[in-house]
């Protein structure tokens, strides 16, 4: 088993990676701070893991809370009902919440244990590769609005964070392949290293060897713990996590929620990036081509949508949550493995790439 450690004062905690971890019971003990514990998971995560983790529980009263899966059910209207499950069960300040599941899980229990009663314990066991390569970590969570994704939300540690390696094998293919456009991105914005083991394992990876993905889940979350314990709230260096992402979320909305996955506009949005990166003078034309063949070996797309013009693109790309003045900001490459922080860029350098790059 691998041990991390996110360091953030009194608020630090472990991440535990690795094969069986599900089914050890001395790790859930470890965290747990009295006899209730609630389980939020969905309905494709329950059947799946839903009885081995409640193996481990046997001398708590365990309640669990089984939500409708999907990103559109990350609401306010299905957060309350863990506040419903939580109160009906007359959970006290000391109860434990477990997030079982994805991302979507993940944040919107994140959010419930943040909310209930002020603050109650809770642990992250990510399902997904993108969970337990960036939601799980850095305690970012919270639900969406019918005006903006993640717009209702609050910074809140969990306790401990389990990423068993075994549930990666009931994953499908594409969403294994997103979770590997933000194992790239870390390579990208900080990880020299990092990459180069990745154009060297990509294969293995896609083959979900169990030693691989552990390698790369930990040097992951290593390099999210670095910089959530440099920059817990985003004023600085956590911006460079954003790399790709104001083109993936245009890309995301522009062509409806749900024709792409986050991981997979974010690899276009990667592309993007690195192209504007070369056109200020930054990377190569080599490095620009190494970046997009790692991503389309992972089974990631990287030309962005045909029915996407560059005008559309500005237009959603003016409402990104980065952006100051509303002048757009990005962040950028200065080479593999340096990010820039956010950057403003020339209007007309942006129209090239958004012209130029994948539009032949
Ligand atoms: N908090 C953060 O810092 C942060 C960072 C990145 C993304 N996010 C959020 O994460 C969410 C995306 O997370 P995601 O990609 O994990 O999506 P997700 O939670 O929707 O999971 C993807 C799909 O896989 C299923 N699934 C989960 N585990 C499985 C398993 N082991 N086997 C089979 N199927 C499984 C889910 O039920 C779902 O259908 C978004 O809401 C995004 O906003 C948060
Ligand atoms: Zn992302």
């Given at each position: 088993m691998i041990h991390l450690h996110v360091e953030l004062g009194n608020r630090s905690y472990p991440i535990y990676i690795g094969s069986q971890l599900l089914s050890q019971p001395d790790l859930y003990a470890a965290h747990i701070k009295s006899k209730q514990?609630?389980?939020?998971?969905?309905?494709?995560?329950?059947?799946?893991?839903?009885?081995q983790v409640r193996q481990n529980l046997t001398s708590y009263q365990v309640e669990t809370v089984i939500l409708p899966d999907g990103e559109?059910?990350?609401?306010?209207?299905?957060?309350?009902?863990?506040?419903?499950?939580?109160?009906a069960a007359r959970f006290s300040r000391n109860a434990t919440l477990i997030a079982l599941g994805g991302g979507v899980i993940g944040d919107m229990g994140g959010f419930a244990a943040a909310c209930y009663q002020r603050g109650i314990v809770f642990l992250q066991i990510p399902t997904t590769l993108l969970a337990q390569v960036?939601?799980?970590?850095?305690?970012?969570?919270?639900?969406?609005?019918?005006?903006?994704?993640?717009m209702i939300g609050a910074f809140y540690q969990p306790q401990c964070v389990l990423a068993d390696t075994d549930v990666?094998?009931?994953?499908?293919?594409?969403?294994?392949?997103?979770?590997?456009?933000?194992?790239?991105?870390?390579?990208?914005i900080r990880d020299a290293d990092f990459f180069v083991w990745l154009e060297e394992n990509i294969e293995a990876l896609c083959a979900r060897d169990k030693q691989a993905l552990a390698y790369a889940i930990e040097h992951s979350c290593r390099n999210k713990a670095e910089i959530v314990a440099e920059d817990e709230t985003e004023s600085?260096?956590?911006?460079?996590?954003?790399?790709?992402?104001?083109?993936?979320?245009?890309?995301?909305?522009?062509?409806?929620?749900g024709a792409y996955l986050h991981g997979e506009a974010v690899a276009i949005g990667i592309c993007q990036a690195a192209d504007l990166s070369m056109r200020k003078g930054w990377l190569t034309e080599q490095e620009v081509q190494r970046i997009g063949?790692?991503?389309?070996?992972?089974?990631?797309?990287?030309?962005?949508?045909?029915?996407?013009?560059t005008e559309r693109f500005l237009e959603l790309m003016a409402v990104d949550k980065k952006n100051l003045d509303g002048q757009i900001r990005l962040i950028l490459l200065e080479k593999i493995g340096r990010a820039t922080l956010p950057v403003y860029v020339e209007r007309t350098l942006l129209e090239s790439t958004l012209n130029g790059y994948g539009r032949n």
């Open positions: 514990v609630l389980i939020v998971t969905n309905e494709t995560v329950a059947p799946l893991y839903l009885d559109q059910y990350k609401t306010l209207e299905t957060l309350s009902r863990v506040f419903d499950a939580l109160l960036d939601s799980s970590v850095g305690g970012k969570t919270g639900v969406n609005h019918p005006l903006g994704k993640n990666l094998d009931t994953l499908d293919n594409r969403q294994l392949a997103a979770g590997l456009a933000e194992v790239i991105k870390y390579g990208l600085g260096v956590r911006a460079t996590l954003n790399l790709g992402h104001t083109f993936g979320h245009a890309i995301e909305t522009g062509t409806g929620y063949v790692l991503l389309r070996r992972a089974g990631l797309p990287v030309i962005p949508p045909a029915g996407l013009d």
